[in-house]
């Protein structure tokens, strides 16, 4: 079984994600001992959200294009509004989540972050959580959504806001540790 101190991680975000959406899951994991790197659309530095305003920059290690699924274990979407909604119109960020999913590995997105899912058109028939505003998105695309602090099915695990980021955390350390999991098609 694969152990999270060997994992690596692929965080895709652009400017506007949610702070600590993105900022405690890369700590975090990166304190249990997976490597985990940032990919942003032009591969620069990014600005988060924070309350009303702009907040902290996060470094950036690659180009969401360069990213190579085949060297992760687990993809993380941060929320916000601002983030998801600009990813979810980028071909190479659905072409990332698909493989991810093709390739049956574990794929984290939490607030606002689904709505990157629904675009991949990976999220029919599964268990699925997020932001409230976006639940009527998740059920029109097919998902059965639920109102907890983490839904996990076959290895797409949502979470709906920051109060559930240890939740969203133990559970992507999980997914990991199972290995592989049989995707529903992406």
């Not at 079984?1 to 899951?25: C, H, R």
């Not at 999913?101 to 899912?117: E, F, N």
């Not at 998902?143 to 996990?152: K, L, S």
Request: hydrophobic residues 40%.
């Amino acid at each position: 079984m694969p152990k999270i101190t060997d994992a690596k991680v692929l965080i895709i975000s652009t400017n506007g994600f949610e702070q600590s959406e993105l900022e405690f899951p890369r700590d975090q994991l990166r304190a249990k001992g997976a490597e985990v790197h940032v990919a942003s659309l032009d591969g620069k530095s990014i600005k988060g959200w924070e309350g009303s305003d702009w907040g902290r920059e996060a470094e950036a290690d690659l180009k969401i294009a360069d990213a190579d699924p085949t060297q992760y274990d687990a993809l993380v979407i941060p929320g916000g509004q601002i983030n998801p909604d600009l990813l979810r119109v980028e071909d190479s960020v659905i072409a990332l989540v698909r493989a991810f999913a093709k390739q049956g590995k574990a794929i984290a997105a939490i607030c606002h972050g689904p709505w990157v899912l629904i675009e991949a058109d990976i999220v029919a028939g599964r268990e699925m959580t997020g932001y409230p505003s976006i639940r009527t998105d998740l059920k029109n695309a097919g998902a059965r959504v639920m109102d907890e602090p983490v839904a996990c099915d076959s290895a797409i695990i949502t979470s709906r806001n920051p109060d559930d980021l240890k939740a969203f955390v133990s559970k992507i350390v999980e997914e990991i540790e199972e290995g592989r999991h049989n995707q529903k098609a992406a």
